[in-house]
């Protein structure tokens, strides 16, 4: 009775979403865990925050549709 493991409750992988893996928790491999990390310094994750330029308030003017002229 020495040898029991401490068990995490499994989740699923956040990529791919089969079950984790205890070595890469909470994905269910390395590979899924690399990707994850891949997105965030590609800056695919944006943190909200007031960072809207002036070009997207200019899109948004651009696209009413019931403004006329
Ligand atoms: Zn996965």
């Given amino acids: 009775m020495a040898d029991i493991e ?5 989740v699923k992988c956040p990529e791919c979403k ?3 893996a205890r ?5 269910c491999s390395v590979r899924c865990k ?3 990390l ?3 310094l590609s800056g695919e994750y944006v943190i909200p925050g007031p ?3 002036d070009e997207d308030d200019y899109e948004n003017v651009e ?3 019931d403004v006329k002229d």
């Fill in 63 to 65: 696209y009413r549709p």
């Fill in 18 to 20: 089969r079950e984790s």
């Fill in 51 to 53: 960072q809207i330029s």
């Fill in 6 to 10: 401490p068990l995490r409750p499994k």
């Fill in 34 to 36: 690399e990707v994850d």
């Fill in 23 to 27: 070595q890469t928790y909470p994905f």
């Fill in 38 to 40: 891949n997105r965030w």
